[in-house]
């Protein structure tokens, strides 16, 4: 897990990335990584040498406190043309949908332990040009000292502009607790980079390719993977990919917490199973030495500030370490399940953990996914059970349709099911599945639903049970009029145990 991978296809001093592989990734989740678009920019020895070769200049950036045990402490090298300081003060921006006080007292809360599901929030089509669809505003200024200004003009949104919060709990200022985002935009990032002080992003894609260019190189993002960009990574997504007039739509998991995704512990599974760690990719090493007019822009505490710089951010020559962007394809994932009988608990299909370490086994969040799998179990109930979980379930389709709802749950769609409240199959799904024949049979096939799930309790926001329009109203309908089949048996209204003679 932490050995150090060469980019192998080094062969001559500077590549063309016009000439790029787009395929081209180290690979191995948590390796350290040495990368070099010139070879001979790494120092041979150290990290910091009295002169770098080429001129370069050597920058750590960390994912952890230095002081962190050494199997979780995490940072890169980056060998770049200009240090990352040199840029203008950062002025307050104003976004009007990204919310980080998740307190139930905050005017942006909107909390509610009821069923909520969504239908696919809205993305802006190309030609779309009303104020409304702007999520960034001039703000009144920050504190005198700080000036203030928009960043988008109103109408087409690009990846930050289109940041909407719609549930989280806890707050970055004291790195507890997270957030869920959903983004649609239509435009690309012209020259603005974003990077996010407030903690890792997990991006979701669902409808459109994103093609992210990061300061360790670029990373092609479908909908059936997924990406991890780490606190304080620069990255844009400068283009729109081909055919995408609907826009690009996704999901974001943000984790304000000090620590990283993990790989679940395996246990009894033993060494193998689930996410492996060659599926985990990593991008190699691209630069640009472009003297231009660049926009930085940084959320942190929840704000978003905007700084000038007269050069490309992405200007990273060379660099190693393990704190990297990465993505992951969901179709890698190699599921385990039931071979006799019973419905096993979703954590079987753990991707990623989130750890709190103060709470051996309680995650921060989990990120679960629900893949393609054969159904063999003998007398039982198939789909998910009836629970009450004590982790909240935010859920989203990413595409095809989820075996334990029977519509509703459509692709680009959510839901949550929050701390304790009751869900499960509908009345529809609960009589198909306890009535059907339990041949052998393959779910999933074609679709791909996911869970973020959480030891958090999570407030929505008011954007997203109220201004987006999306809540679906009559969701817990789909749980009404279950038929009580316990009075078909002529039993008493009433009845008690008598003893101890039950127990086991
Ligand atoms: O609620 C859901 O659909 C997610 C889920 C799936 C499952 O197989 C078991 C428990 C669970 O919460
Ligand atoms: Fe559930």
């Known amino acids: 897990m932490y050995s150090i991978i060469h980019c192998s296809q080094l062969k001559m001093v500077w ?18 990584v040495c990368s070099e678009a010139v070879a001979g920019a790494l120092p041979q020895l150290g990290n910091n040498p009295q002169k770098c070769a080429y001129g370069l200049y050597a920058e750590q950036l960390s994912g952890t406190a230095f002081t962190v045990d050494r199997a979780h402490n995490q940072r890169t090298w980056l060998y770049r043309i200009r240090p990352s300081v040199e840029h203008d003060r950062f002025t307050r921006v104003n976004h009007a949908y990204l919310i980080s006080d998740f307190s139930p007292s905050c005017p942006d809360v909107h909390v509610t332990p009821t069923q909520l599901r969504w239908d696919p929030f809205d993305v802006p089509s190309s030609h779309s040009v009303t104020d409304a669809a702007s999520g960034t505003k001039n703000s009144d200024g920050n504190n005198g000292a700080d000036g203030a200004h928009a960043v988008t003009d109103a109408g087409s949104q690009d990846f930050v502009d289109s940041l909407r919060t719609v549930a ?32 890792d992003l997990l991006l979701l894609p669902q409808q459109g390719r994103l093609s992210i260019t990061t300061e360790f190189g670029t990373l092609l993002v479908s909908p059936g993977e997924i990406c991890v960009i780490g606190r304080g990574m620069k990255f844009s997504i400068p283009e729109l990919p081909d055919g995408a007039e609907k826009g690009c739509r996704g999901y974001i998991l943000e984790t304000f917490c000090a620590g990283h995704w993990e790989l679940p512990d395996l246990g009894p599974i033993g060494a193998n199973g689930l996410a492996n760690h060659r599926d985990f990719k990593y991008p190699v090493a691209r630069y640009e030495d472009a003297d231009e007019e660049w926009e930085v822009v940084n959320k942190f505490m929840g704000g978003l500030f905007s700084a000038r710089q007269g050069h490309c951010p992405y200007d990273v020559v060379a660099y190693h370490g393990n704190y990297l962007p990465y993505k992951y394809s969901l179709h890698t994932f190699s599921p385990v399940g039931s071979i006799g009988f019973d419905h096993p608990d979703p954590s079987i299909f753990t991707v990623l953990t989130m750890k709190n370490h103060a709470t051996p086994g309680t995650a921060l969040a989990d990120f679960v996914l629900f893949p393609p799998r054969w159904l063999v179990a003998e007398n039982t109930f198939r789909p998910p059970w009836f629970h009450r979980n004590v982790m909240s379930e935010f859920m989203v389709n990413v595409a095809g349709e989820y075996d334990a709802k029977a519509g509703g749950f459509v692709p680009g769609g959510a839901s949550l099911h929050n701390c304790n409240t009751a869900h499960g199959p509908d009345k529809e799904s609960f009589e198909k599945a306890s009535n059907a024949d339990l041949k052998p049979m393959k779910v999933g096939e074609g679709s791909l639903a996911i869970m973020f799930e959480s030891s958090l309790q999570l407030a929505t926001t008011g954007w997203a049970v109220k201004e987006s329009g999306k809540v679906q109203e009559g969701y817990n309908s789909v749980w009404q009029d279950f038929v009580p089949y316990f009075r078909k048996h002529g039993l008493p209204k009433s009845g008690v145990a008598t003893g101890g003679e039950g127990a086991s």
């Open 168 to 199: 989280g709990s806890g707050a970055p200022q004291t790195k507890t607790g997270l957030a869920i985002h959903v983004y649609g935009f239509n435009k690309p990032m012209t020259r603005k980079s974003f990077y996010n002080s407030d903690g």
């Open 15 to 32: 590549r063309d990335p016009s000439k790029q592989d787009p395929n081209l990734y180290h690979e191995g989740f948590g390796n350290h």
